[in-house]
């Protein structure tokens, strides 16, 4: 079949991959979209080792199962493929499996390619209102709602997100659905016009920033990240990280300790949610497309999303 | 009067101190015992500025105040005095006043002298049951009494404290009360013994140790107690972090975000439910005394309980 290759820090187009053959509990889903992450640039960075072909974020329709139900329906599908024998899965926390696969990521191939072999228990049913390029956020927006499942986001409390990329974006988006007061931080003018369009406040960081917050949001990226939300958050207040990076980050633990600062890492998040806010336009996603490209041009595709300023990357097969 | 002064690094005793003047509000405590905490000795080494009384562990009876209630209550008193007008004391974070003083620590005298001033809505009536040797662990025990105000520890989690100090015993005995499985980790076998006596599970860190923990508290006291923290505790755990010092901690961000690792900064807590504990002998403090010395053995009494192995030690004026 047709599909990228990620190996040695390259990807590159392949009309010779074997179709993935189905075992016992998989779907065989026909690949329509996938989207390009921030994970899968780290993975090209070498963020961690992997060879197979990349992508986490898809949507497609299943051609083969063992259970008739899912034969020809829409679907995206949770990334983690958990081994259901470990401690962590035994205490119903399969995202944290000790063994666990994750499409693209690791131990696993993932979605850019013709087809994609996933546990048919990883698959969710797209509802008709979602179009293709709504779904294919499905993944990313649950990482942000995920945010809500570990923190209680109160009405009265002020909330900052860090970061105009991708997931600051859908980040914003959710935790503004609490009615709280919600600010954005970023970069980039355009970026965050994005959800002024929505009516939710944003600030450049280039201006000096003197608010504060009970809940700061860190999904910049980058390890400077931690010292802003650090500086912008209240006593007692909590952090939320989201940005995963190489490097390792200075902490001035006693302040933590002094001002009673809770710090959470936030990782993959549930599913069904995601598609429920998809479906009822609570979230907007369609902007975030920067451009679509064709499986062929997996350098050119990696590049653009790779570079300043690129929202999401999407490619179809 | 008489009483200890702190300044430049040194502790002196001194027979010339003022006795405090009271202002409304305020009570004035005369000392029957005061404790010598870890903040006071990394008082001592800088760790940050002041000059002045230390001392915010103390236990008294009150011989002035405006409210003829108090008048010859025995007492104890919580370290902080708020401004109650900052954002802080609106929100009803008194602990976390922007303008803050802490007896002993800064901005305020502390109690290792004759006498004391706090204000009244500072102080606690300590019930007879509890003795003056017990009542002046009423400030630690709160501190260890405020890892349950922010964290729900079930009774089915497994929990490992980090350091056999003085707040890691109280620590371990207030957390082993949920029915949790305890398991307390520390350097020396005879301190480790006061909590074996009681029941509690411990182990020497001398030795390899295999275990994990849906919560881990990090009472060590040093920089390295993160890492051992870090090594322990489960994905999606939380490390309750109750060590201050000068340092820098280094923290790989993308493992806290990839485990979803919680982490929580906790100081100081409720003195209520404290003296709850103390009255009903559900806590043990008593094996946790060390020595007691006069205020006049001021340098001794601090070298002393500086020195390694060192549990509570005590000032008699």
């Known amino acids: ?15 010779d991959l074997p179709r993935p053959e189905r075992t016992a509990g998989e779907a065989l889903i026909r690949i329509h979209l996938a989207g390009i ?8 960075r070498g963020y961690r080792p992997f060879h197979g072909i990349p992508g986490h974020e898809f949507v497609g329709t299943v051609v083969e199962s063992d259970e008739p139900q899912w034969i020809g329906r829409r679907v995206v599908g949770e990334i983690n493929v958990p081994c259901r024998q470990c401690d962590m899965c035994r205490k119903n926390m ?3 499996c000790r063994n666990r696969a994750a499409i693209g990521i690791t131990g696993r191939d ?8 996933l546990p048919s228990s990883n698959l969710h049913k797209v509802p008709e209102s979602v179009s293709d390029e709504m779904a294919v956020f499905t993944e990313p927006l649950a990482a942000a709602l995920q945010i809500m499942e570990q923190v209680h986001i109160l009405p009265t409390s002020r909330v900052i997100i860090l970061g105009d990329g991708r997931l600051g974006l859908l980040a914003a988006q959710v935790i503004s659905l609490t ?16 959800l002024e369009h929505r009516g ?4 450049l960081d280039t201006h000096p920033f003197e608010g504060s917050a009970d809940v700061v949001v860190e999904c910049t990226g980058n390890p400077d990240g931690w010292r802003q939300a650090r500086a912008l958050v209240h006593p007692r207040g909590q952090i939320i990280l989201k ?6 980050t200075a902490v001035d633990m006693s302040r933590v300790v002094v001002d009673e600062i809770t710090l959470i890492g936030s990782r993959c998040g549930p599913f069904a949610p995601a598609l429920r806010l998809l479906a009822r336009r609570l ?4 902007p975030l497309i920067s451009q679509g490209f064709r499986l062929e041009e997996a350098s050119l595709a990696f590049a653009h999303a790779a570079s300043k300023g690129i929202l999401k990357v999407l490619l179809r097969p």
């Open 1 to 15: 079949m047709r599909g990228i290759l990620l190996s040695d820090g390259k990807v590159t187009y392949r009309e």
């Open 37 to 44: 992450c921030s994970t899968d640039l780290q993975l090209l």
């Open 94 to 96: 399969p995202t944290h």
């Open 110 to 117: 993932g979605a850019m390619a013709e087809y994609l072999l």
């Open 179 to 194: 009615g709280c007061e919600t600010i954005a931080v970023g970069r980039h003018a355009d970026k965050l016009a994005i």
């Open 200 to 203: 939710i406040a944003t600030t």
């Open 243 to 248: 940005s995963t990076f190489a490097d390792q």
């Open 283 to 286: 979230v907007d996603v369609l």
